[in-house]
């Protein structure tokens, strides 16, 4: 390792204090300055932090955004969401690596550039979406196709690139309480102090620990903020839809040394794109929502998960929280009341779905590969640092600030009497007018259909590959968690696209992105993948078909979590929905020999000059293809 | 403490508390395949092999408490279609050639596949390429066999402490890694001595010039059946409220 690298390096290390813990960061900033992680770079970290060098380069190893080979001084990586593709990223791609004299997935022999396909990267209402260097571009054209390929050539830095590039729409069609708020920042936290303002303070209490813990519950103080939480009916936003209530009493009455709030920003599933606008326009929201949590379960530290896709909201995201900080409305005795201490750090992810699974986020917060835990415990007792943790999508904090704000009987009159509150809509695919759009629990596909100008909608993928799929005799359902429960996603597809492709493109999505813990998921859904890659050949049979239920089975029974119990349901959703768009590619419904017998009979069919019926073996009639 | 039982196909077992259904099992004699699991070592819950339905919900059986009154299945037509299922996944996700193969014989998952009834391996292979490790003058790493069940990462980590081994990689990429430089089992301190050496239930971890020392035919699995070895897998010790 050459001086200048070391000393480099020095500083990463001493910036995060050699805390393993922070080993994510520690990697990612080195890539960001050393262009990859080289095997000397991984034996220095591992020395700098002190953990044995096998696992730094098991860390290393598990994200798709940490090379541990050169990849370029120039990445490009094309999201591949089905809707990238049906806004024709494949061919823009092809287009791309030609120009280059390219093929994907390879460095060119310069070591200037290298051009690949990454899971989606939530700008399914602005593609086809490309990562530079991962610094988001999104509506790809053939001609930026082309002025991006000088770019490299000419070896012009992303700075001098056309900044109208990497302008990313919020795209908000419809707002409500959460898109359309203008809380001034510290007011939720006042209401909340407020209704603890005759409860005995740091002056009565013996230490903090008592001042937030011995109001168990009650109708003032960190106990009076909760009661609104649990009253608001306030239930996850991330897809599972727990009871947002009961896991911070949970976490609260939990015993620990220290207690964290996560926010988990991790927005992976593809065709989802709202916590990205939610960060960009309410970022002051979600961060409120982020403190009341603290102050409800007396936390003094939290983490924004951001999703590496997302890098480029690091720096807003940064200067947000520095002026919270300012206001006072962060730090130590915010609000000028002794003892209600928080801070918020941001983490950034590194391309790696399964981490938003919560323990799995945890665990990747901790330098760790990504892989789910085994529960019981659970976070809200054994999370963070093994402390009690609550971990909540973006969507949940930002609706706890108002909450907070506002009321829970407030927040419950909104929705329906079981999904309280309303629910941001991703909206991409065969419509009008892609974007976010923001509903009171309840609305129907219909409705949702309509408002965003979808025609001749075949079908609507919704909460992403591990949601389901519906087709136009469902679109009378409701989005709430008593019929269709959804983190958010909602992807259309009209008359014209084969759902069959649509399909495959998720379970290659599912494979790519196992994190290959447990068997049955790492190799599942490989073996999911290769029969859907058969049956597009053309080479499938009704066998075939059985042998993706049978998998799905195995799944669904024995995957050690949801993403392996989860990817065979795009599969057996549209087989039972959408059966003829697998039929018309299946060469025989029941079994195709590889061996043709009638033909191997043209030749004594030749020889005797016949060609009658009789001569022929056609035991079945075509029609009952 | 031994009042508490749950049942486990409709027979009565008895356990302590703190135990898993697995340990339970294993310690009144009775069988559940596994492969990730050891007793020496804490539940690992990768492999799934020990997948059983507890009143009526699938769960691993090496990670779920025991308590009483519990309904365990474990030797049921569904359930073994999904093990044999496992173990065929197993089978073709590595390179596996049983009869050339030093750990014939001893091999866990060889004799599952005999317990469970493999005929096949039923899906295509996948015929990874997996170069061997023989830097080591005293030991011999065959990747190709690696099912990943991490307990020699487990033995280097917690009893050895010398962190010989990792994982890297995602997925169906997913490989056994080497703590050096050069990946190479040569420039660590691994040694023939230590416990992660012991503990590979299939033939990755092979100590050199010992080679076919007892005949295939007279191996520990050739003897009888890996469900007859149950009294092997008992757990050790009383379980210490360790780490799950």
Same mark, same amino acid.
């Given at each position: 390792?050459?001086?200048?690298?070391?000393?480099?390096?020095?500083?990463?290390?001493?910036?995060?204090?050699?805390?393993?813990?922070?080993?994510?960061?520690?990697?990612?900033?080195?890539?960001?300055?050393?262009?990859?992680?080289?095997?000397?770079?991984?034996?220095?970290?591992?020395?700098?932090?002190?953990?044995?060098?096998?696992?730094?380069?098991?860390?290393?190893?598990?994200?798709?955004?940490?090379?541990?080979?050169?990849?370029?001084?120039?990445?490009?990586?094309?999201?591949?969401?089905?809707?990238?593709?049906?806004?024709?990223?494949?061919?823009?791609?092809?287009?791309?690596?030609?120009?280059?004299?390219?093929?994907?997935?390879?460095?060119?022999?310069?070591?200037?550039?290298?051009?690949?396909?990454?899971?989606?990267?939530?700008?399914?209402?602005?593609?086809?979406?490309?990562?530079?260097?991962?610094?988001?571009?999104?509506?790809?054209?053939?001609?930026?196709?082309?002025?991006?390929?000088?770019?490299?050539?000419?070896?012009?830095?992303?700075?001098?690139?056309?900044?109208?590039?990497?302008?990313?729409?919020?795209?908000?069609?419809?707002?409500?309480?959460?898109?359309?708020?203008?809380?001034?920042?510290?007011?939720?936290?006042?209401?909340?102090?407020?209704?603890?303002?005759?409860?005995?303070?740091?002056?009565?209490?013996?230490?903090?620990?008592?001042?937030?813990?011995?109001?168990?519950?009650?109708?003032?103080?960190?106990?009076?903020?909760?009661?609104?939480?649990?009253?608001?009916?306030?239930?996850?936003?991330?897809?599972?839809?727990?009871?947002?209530?009961?896991?911070?009493?949970?976490?609260?009455?939990?015993?620990?040394?220290?207690?964290?709030?996560?926010?988990? =920003?991790?927005?992976?599933?593809?065709?989802?794109?709202?916590?990205?606008?939610?960060?960009?326009?309410?970022?002051?929201?979600?961060?409120?929502?982020?403190?009341?949590?603290?102050?409800?379960?007396?936390?003094?530290?939290?983490?924004?998960?951001?999703?590496?896709?997302?890098?480029?909201?690091?720096?807003?995201?940064?200067?947000?929280?520095?002026?919270?900080?300012?206001?006072?409305?962060?730090?130590?005795?915010?609000?000028?009341?002794?003892?209600?201490?928080?801070?918020?750090?941001?983490?950034?992810?590194?391309?790696?779905?399964?981490?938003?699974?919560?323990?799995?986020?945890?665990?990747?917060?901790?330098?760790?590969?990504?892989?789910?835990?085994?529960?019981?415990?659970?976070?809200?007792?054994?999370?963070?640092?093994?402390?009690?943790?609550?971990?909540?999508?973006?969507?949940?904090?930002?609706?706890?600030?108002?909450?907070?704000?506002?009321?829970?009987?407030?927040?419950?009159?909104?929705?329906?009497?079981?999904?309280?509150?309303?629910?941001?809509?991703?909206?991409?695919?065969?419509?009008?007018?892609?974007?976010?759009?923001?509903?009171?629990?309840?609305?129907?596909?219909?409705?949702?259909?309509?408002?965003?100008?979808?025609?001749?909608?075949?079908?609507?993928?919704?909460?992403?590959?591990?949601?389901?799929?519906?087709?136009?005799?469902?679109?009378?359902?409701?989005?709430?968690?008593?019929?269709?429960?959804?983190?958010?996603?909602?992807?259309?597809?009209?008359?014209?696209?084969?759902?069959?492709?649509?399909?495959?493109?998720?379970?290659?999505?599912?494979?790519?992105?196992?994190?290959?813990?447990?068997?049955?998921?790492?190799?599942?859904?490989?073996?999911?993948?290769?029969?859907?890659?058969?049956?597009?050949?053309?080479?499938?049979?009704?066998?075939?078909?059985?042998?993706?239920?049978?998998?799905?089975?195995?799944?669904?029974?024995?995957?050690?979590?949801?993403?392996?119990?989860?990817?065979?349901?795009?599969?057996?959703?549209?087989?039972?929905?959408?059966?003829?768009?697998?039929?018309?590619?299946?060469?025989?419904?029941?079994?195709?020999?590889?061996?043709?017998?009638?033909? =191997?009979?043209?030749?004594?069919?030749?020889?005797?000059?016949?060609?009658?019926?009789?001569?022929?073996?056609?035991?079945?009639?075509?029609?009952?293809? | 403490?031994?009042?508490?039982?749950?049942?486990?196909?409709?027979?009565? !077992?008895?356990?302590?508390?703190?135990?898993?259904?697995?340990?339970?099992?294993?310690?009144?004699?009775?069988? !559940?395949?596994?492969?990730?699991?050891?007793?020496?070592?804490?539940?690992?819950?990768?492999?799934?092999?020990?997948?059983?339905?507890?009143?009526?919900?699938?769960?691993?059986?090496?990670?779920?408490?025991?308590?009483?009154?519990?309904?365990?299945?474990?030797?049921?037509?569904?359930?073994?279609?999904?093990?044999?299922?496992?173990?065929?996944?197993?089978?073709?996700?590595?390179?596996?050639?049983?009869?050339?193969?030093?750990?014939?014989?001893?091999?866990?998952?060889?004799?599952?596949?005999?317990?469970?009834?493999?005929?096949?391996?039923?899906?295509?292979?996948?015929?990874?390429?997996?170069?061997?490790?023989?830097?080591?003058?005293?030991?011999?790493?065959?990747?190709?066999?690696?099912?990943?069940?991490?307990?020699?990462?487990?033995?280097?980590?917690?009893?050895?402490?010398?962190?010989?081994?990792?994982?890297?990689?995602?997925?169906?990429?997913?490989?056994? !890694?080497?703590?050096?430089?050069?990946?190479?089992?040569?420039?660590?301190?691994?040694?023939?001595?230590?416990?992660?050496?012991?503990?590979?239930?299939?033939?990755?971890?092979?100590?050199?010039?010992?080679?076919?020392?007892?005949?295939?035919?007279?191996?520990?699995?050739?003897?009888?059946?890996?469900?007859?070895?149950?009294?092997?897998?008992?757990?050790?010790?009383?379980?210490?409220?360790?780490?799950?």
């Amino acid at each position: 390792m050459t001086e200048p690298t070391s000393e480099k390096l020095g500083i990463i290390l001493d910036r995060h204090r050699r805390d393993g813990t922070r080993l994510m960061q520690i990697l990612r900033e080195t890539q960001e300055a050393l262009g990859w992680l080289s095997p000397p770079t991984l034996t220095a970290i591992a020395q700098g932090i002190g953990w044995p060098r096998a696992k730094v380069e098991g860390t290393a190893g598990f994200y798709s955004f940490f090379h541990t080979r050169p990849m370029g001084e120039y990445r490009v990586l094309w999201s591949d969401n089905i809707t990238d593709r049906m806004l024709g990223s494949l061919d823009l791609m092809q287009a791309m690596c030609q120009k280059l004299w390219l093929e994907p997935g390879r460095v060119s022999e310069d070591g200037l550039v290298s051009v690949d396909t990454t899971s989606c990267t939530g700008m399914c209402d602005q593609g086809p979406a490309v990562l530079v260097n991962y610094r988001a571009i999104p509506r790809m054209t053939l001609a930026r196709v082309e002025q991006m390929v000088e770019l490299i050539r000419t070896r012009t830095p992303l700075a001098e690139w056309p900044q109208a590039w990497f302008v990313v729409e919020d795209n908000i069609r419809r707002a409500d309480i959460l898109l359309g708020n203008d809380m001034l920042p510290g007011d939720a936290l006042k209401v909340c102090l407020a209704r603890g303002a005759d409860q005995p303070t740091m002056e009565t209490a013996s230490n903090e620990r008592s001042f937030r813990e011995a109001i168990h519950t009650g109708d003032a103080g960190p106990g009076a903020t909760l009661d609104e939480i649990k009253r608001s009916g306030l239930r996850g936003r991330g897809g599972a839809g727990f009871t947002t209530g009961l896991k911070w009493e949970a976490c609260r009455n939990a015993r620990g040394d220290s207690r964290y709030v996560i926010c988990n =920003a991790d927005e992976g599933e593809p065709g989802t794109f709202k916590d990205r606008v939610l960060l960009t326009r309410q970022p002051n929201l979600v961060f409120e929502g982020m403190t009341v949590a603290a102050y409800a379960i007396g936390a003094s530290k939290g983490y924004l998960y951001l999703r590496g896709e997302y890098r480029y909201l690091l720096e807003p995201l940064e200067s947000v929280l520095a002026t919270r900080r300012r206001a006072g409305l962060l730090g130590r005795n915010m609000l000028g009341t002794p003892g209600f201490d928080f801070d918020i750090e941001i983490h950034l992810g590194a391309g790696a779905y399964i981490c938003g699974e919560e323990s799995a986020l945890i665990e990747s917060l901790e330098g760790k590969r990504g892989v789910p835990r085994n529960r019981p415990p659970y976070p809200v007792t054994n999370g963070f640092l093994n402390q009690p943790t609550v971990v909540n999508n973006v969507e949940t904090f930002a609706a706890a600030a108002l909450v907070a704000l506002n009321g829970g009987d407030w927040y419950r009159r909104i929705g329906t009497p079981r999904s309280a509150g309303t629910k941001i809509l991703s909206i991409s695919g065969d419509c009008e007018r892609p974007g976010l759009y923001e509903y009171p629990f309840g609305v129907t596909v219909r409705q949702v259909l309509a408002d965003c100008g979808a025609h001749d909608s075949q079908a609507v993928q919704i909460s992403g590959p591990s949601g389901i799929c519906i087709g136009p005799d469902e679109f009378d359902r409701r989005i709430a968690f008593e019929d269709i429960p959804t983190a958010g996603a909602f992807m259309i597809f009209d008359m014209r696209r084969d759902i069959f492709d649509v399909v495959r493109n998720f379970i290659h999505f599912f494979a790519h992105e196992s994190c290959g813990f447990c068997t049955p998921c790492r190799v599942g859904t490989t073996l999911l993948k290769n029969l859907m890659d058969k049956i597009a050949a053309g080479h499938g049979t009704r066998y075939d078909i059985n042998e993706i239920y049978n998998l799905n089975r195995v799944l669904q029974s024995a995957a050690h979590c949801g993403l392996g119990h989860t990817a065979g349901n795009p599969l057996v959703h549209t087989l039972e929905k959408f059966r003829p768009a697998y039929e018309r590619r299946l060469t025989s419904l029941e079994f195709e020999p590889a061996f043709d017998l009638d033909a =191997a009979l043209s030749e004594a069919r030749q020889m005797t000059g016949r060609d009658d019926a009789a001569a022929h073996l056609a035991t079945e009639p075509e029609a009952s293809r | 403490m031994s009042e508490q039982t749950f049942t486990l196909d409709g027979q009565e !077992i008895p356990f302590a508390t703190g135990q898993s259904v697995m340990q339970a099992a294993l310690s009144a004699g009775v069988f !559940i395949p596994h492969l990730c699991y050891h007793p020496e070592f804490r539940p690992h819950g990768s492999c799934k092999l020990c997948t059983v339905k507890i009143n009526g919900r699938p769960a691993t059986s090496c990670t779920t408490p025991a308590a009483a009154g519990l309904e365990v299945e474990s030797d049921t037509q569904e359930i073994l279609d999904k093990r044999r299922t496992l173990l065929q996944m197993l089978l073709v996700e590595g390179n596996h050639f049983c009869p050339s193969c030093e750990k014939s014989g001893h091999c866990k998952l060889q004799a599952l596949g005999y317990e469970l009834g493999v005929m096949t391996p039923h899906f295509n292979h996948f015929y990874p390429d997996r170069p061997v490790d023989a830097s080591h003058p005293d030991v011999l790493l065959d990747f190709n066999r690696c099912i990943l069940c991490e307990l020699c990462i487990r033995a280097s980590a917690e009893v050895d402490g010398k962190n010989v081994f990792a994982l890297a990689g995602r997925g169906i990429g997913k490989h056994l !890694i080497v703590n050096a430089e050069s990946g190479k089992l040569g420039d660590t301190d691994f040694a023939l001595t230590d416990k992660a050496a012991q503990v590979c239930p299939v033939g990755v971890i092979l100590a050199k010039r010992q080679g076919f020392a007892v005949p295939i035919g007279q191996r520990r699995f050739d003897a009888a059946p890996i469900s007859a070895h149950v009294d092997e897998f008992r757990p050790v010790a009383p379980q210490a409220g360790g780490k799950p």
